[in-house]
C-alpha cells in the first residue's frame, strides 16, 4: 500500500495542482495533508475550495490556527491575507481541523502532525542556528516527538525541508516531505531568526509504501510547476520575498 504526503501548501494552488497531479499519474488514492494550507500571497481561496472538496485526511498547522483564531490586527501579511480572502466555511474548516491524526498503512502505525505532537509552532527535526536551520542531535528530536504509542512512522511538516531521520529509542522513522507550495522562507521571530532554503523552485511531496506491517520505501518527489506565475501573483501583492523565494528556492 502506498500514501501520498503533501505540506505547507501556502496558498499556492498551482503547485498544488500539480502534485496532484503527479499523484494522480502515480495511481495513488491515499493522500493525508499536514497543514499550513492557505497562508501566503497566493491564491488561498482557491486552495481552500480544491482542499475541502477533496476531503483528504489533514492536521491543522500553526498558520491554519493563527487565520482561525487570531485577532486580524495582530496577523502577519499572508495570515491576514488568506483571512480576508476566505470565505466563512474555509475559515470555520481550518479552526475544526485536528492537531494530529493516527492513521494506519498496510499495519504500519503512523502518527501525523504539523511541527512537533505538542506544538504546532516547534520544529521536529531542525534547530535555528547562525540564522540558518540545521538538523538537531537525536536527543533533542526524541524529547520533541515524546511517546509515539504504537506509531511506526512519525509524519511532520512546517520547516518545509524535506528530511528523514531514523530514531532507534523509540523505533521510529521520522518524515517530512518538503513543501508544497513555498520553497524559501525567512522567520524574523526572536530569540533566534532565521531562514529556511530547499534551494530549488520546486513543489515537494513524499511517497510512503508498506507492507505485511513494515515499511518498504519512502521517495521524495520534487514536481516542477509554472512557479514564474506564481512568483508574479506574490510580486503583484507587494512580496518581493516571496517572488524571489517562489523562483529560486532561497530567501535571501
Not at 136 to 147: F, N, P, Q, V
Not at 212 to 224: E, H, K, Q, R, Y
Amino acid at each position: 500500500m502506498r500514501l501520498a504526503v503533501i505540506a505547507d501548501i501556502h496558498g499556492n494552488v498551482l503547485a498544488l495542482d500539480a502534485v496532484l497531479a503527479d499523484i494522480a499519474a502515480r495511481d495513488l488514492t491515499r493522500i493525508v495533508n499536514l497543514g499550513d494550507c492557505v497562508s501566503g500571497p497566493l491564491w488561498p481561496r482557491e486552495t481552500a475550495e480544491r482542499l475541502m472538496a477533496l476531503d483528504l485526511p489533514t492536521v491543522r498547522g500553526n498558520h491554519d490556527r493563527w487565520v482561525a483564531t487570531e485577532d486580524p490586527e495582530k496577523m502577519y501579511f499572508s495570515d491576514r491575507f488568506a483571512l480576508d480572502e476566505l470565505p466563512a466555511e474555509a475559515i470555520a474548516w481550518l479552526g475544526g481541523l485536528p492537531t494530529m491524526l493516527d492513521l494506519d498503512l498496510a499495519g504500519v502505525g503512523i502518527r501525523a502532525f504539523h511541527a512537533t505532537p505538542a506544538d504546532d509552532n516547534r520544529y521536529l527535526m531542525e534547530d535555528a542556528t547562525g540564522g540558518r536551520l540545521v538538523q538537531a542531535g537525536a536527543e533533542s528530536m526524541r524529547h520533541r516527538l515524546g511517546d509515539p504509542g504504537s506509531a511506526r512512522l512519525a509524519l511532520c511538516g512546517h520547516s518545509h525541508l524535506a528530511r528523514l531521520i531514523e530514531l532507534e529509542t523509540p523505533a521510529v522513522t521520522l518524515l517530512n516531505p518538503g513543501s508544497v507550495g513555498c520553497p524559501a522562507y525567512s522567520d524574523p521571530t526572536p530569540p533566534e531568526p532565521h531562514v529556511s532554503e530547499v534551494g530549488s523552485p520546486h513543489a515537494r511531496y513524499a511517497i510512503v509504501s508498506a507492507a505485511d506491517g513494515a515499511l518498504t520505501s519512502i521517495d521524495m518527489v520534487a514536481v516542477p510547476y509554472d512557479w514564474k506565475a506564481a512568483a508574479a501573483r506574490a510580486a503583484e501583492l507587494g512580496r518581493q520575498d516571496w517572488a524571489r523565494g517562489l523562483t529560486s528556492g532561497f530567501a535571501k
